[in-house]
């Protein structure tokens, strides 16, 4: 029977959004063999634990240690393969967030076990299904070792199911060691837009507008719409606007409701990170870029033209509601 251990990332007392994909995945896992869940809380505030006991888990555990804030891959690394020891997982895993991305494998090498990534479905207790070669072909991928880790795509799993109250359960202590790796600075991005992972609206620029100035007009209707700014790489390439912008298969992962990809080709490395959008907008002069195949919606025009335009629009209707 398994015993899935999933690692939830928390901030001010509360559970991260962006880690609930990765308990859905856990539960599924779970589920193909009657098994248990288990989740894991790591850093100085474990206060967060209480907020994760109503996801039907066996336990919520709890690691407390100073080398787990500011994070590190070294530090959390340890304290995965502490608690992994401690519980008998027979999975860890989680959303396949930058955090974890950066942390499971080195919890998985510790522990000479094998490590999915990516997964966008579970076929079974060891099978599990993952995109490879830029989402244009689906693997299944069968897993056998001492630990199956896995890392869930966050736009694949739908929120958890809820129930229960958990117990809280604080693990023993252990030695994390940070191998060397001070934290000497955090410096954040301010923003008063929604994290690009997490808005329900998306507007992307491309190569096509030319500079960076020319995403202002992006930026005016992206606020009017309450969403977050994304790029192409050719833009973030170009210096146009940040590399943390980057939508795509070597950039942010998105889903939201609504994806306006303005100046953008369409190429399959971008659709990597926004085809599971729900619904897509495209705006290109070229009626034959293959964004316009996957699009919703497909306007053959330039932006100069249309962006002003609907932005007004925008404006208009929400003056008016
Ligand atoms: C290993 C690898 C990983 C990659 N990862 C990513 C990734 O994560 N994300 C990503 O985006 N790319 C990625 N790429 C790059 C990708 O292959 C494309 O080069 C890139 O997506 C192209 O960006 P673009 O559509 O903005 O530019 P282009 O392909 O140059 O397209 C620009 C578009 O703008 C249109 N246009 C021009 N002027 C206007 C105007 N005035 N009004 C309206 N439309 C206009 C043009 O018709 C054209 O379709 C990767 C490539 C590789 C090899």
Known sequence: MSRVLVVLETANGAVKSASLPGVTCGQQIAAKDGGELHLLVLGADVSAAEAARGFGAAAVHTLTAAELEPFTAE???DAIVHAARSIGATHVGGTATSTLRDALPRAAAVLDSPLVSEVVAVKAVDTFTRPISAGRALVDM???????????????????????????????????NTRGVTVVGVHKTESARPALTEARVVVSGGRGMREGANF???????????GALGASRAAT???????DLQVGQTGKIVAPELYIAVAISGAIQHLAGM?????????????????FQIADYGLVAKWEDTIPQLTALVRQHKAAN
């Open 142 to 176: 069968k897993l056998s070792g001492p630990v199956a880790f896995f890392t869930a795509r966050a736009t694949e799993f739908p929120p958890p199911n809820q129930g229960g109250s958990s117990p809280v359960k604080a693990l023993g202590g252990t030695q994390l």
């Open 216 to 226: 202002g007009v992006l930026e005016e209707l992206t606020d009017l719409l309450g």
């Open 237 to 243: 390439d170009a210096g146009m606007v940040p590399a």
């Open 75 to 77: 530090a959390w690394g």
């Open 275 to 291: 085809k599971g959008s729900k619904t897509i907008v495209a705006i290109n002069k070229d009626e034959e870029a293959p964004i």
